[in-house]
């Protein structure tokens, strides 16, 4: 499953960041991050034809994510289903349509997971396998692509360790190294990359590692610079109570 993920990203990259679109993008990811999901859905539609194909179903998919399942304490789960079922191509013809697949895939297989519908999340997993194959990935990533490879790469070395045996004699090895690598990306200068650094590190530091002293900086930084995210915030306020 690791590599499956890592081919994604790798895949996503050299499509996704490095293109005069970048400041379009970006703008688009912050009012979304801020929960302005009408106006980033705005924004996102009206410039389509400005935004790599790819990248914006990557955007669509995760905003709809973001608007109907995590991003709110009333979920919206069959608009989710429903934007999952528009956004996915079927029986795709090129690379490129694969790769949208590949993307909604990866999606549908976090919310299976988050809804515990485990036998679904079982075919989708296989479906996604076997769609990897079609695929050529492009290794020669520039220093933002080659970013989200490593964050993505330390994100999975994590889990796929953290999931280990307490026993197994590299499991704190590895977790340890996957958080350094994660740590050093945090200096990004890519707003992109650098807020979602900082979410995987401060939910992984508070709820994975028990250790709200390292959590908090992060927590700050992303309330600080996305303040109307109210999940942020919330976040924030648990690792605040936690230290006291």
Known sequence: MQKIIILLFLFLGSQGFASPQ???VERIFSEMYNQHYSRAEE?????????DSVFFAVLSIDMSYWKNVTGTDTPDYPAFESDLRQLSPTNPTSSTQEAILLVNLSYQLRYELKR??????ISTRQET???????????ELPPEQ?????????????FDNYLKPFFSSDKKENCSEALTTMTHLFQSESRITKT????FLGKTWLNYENNPT???AYFQWLHKNFPENIKFEELLDECNKQLK
């Not at 924004?43 to 935004?51: F, G, V």
């Not at 515990?116 to 999340?121: C, D, P, Q, R």
């Not at 396998?129 to 492009?138: C, D, G, R, V």
């Not at 979602?196 to 979410?199: C, E, F, P, Q, R």
């Open 22 to 24: 970048n400041s379009l």
């Open 43 to 51: 924004m996102l539609h009206a410039n389509k034809d400005d935004i």
């Open 116 to 121: 515990f519908k485990l036998i679904k999340a």
């Open 129 to 139: 396998k076997a769609l990897f194959t079609s695929l050529k990935t492009n290794e």
């Open 146 to 158: 080659q970013e989200l490879y490593q964050l993505y790469s330390a994100l999975f070395q994590y």
């Open 196 to 199: 979602l650094v900082a979410y």
């Open 214 to 216: 390292n959590a908090v």
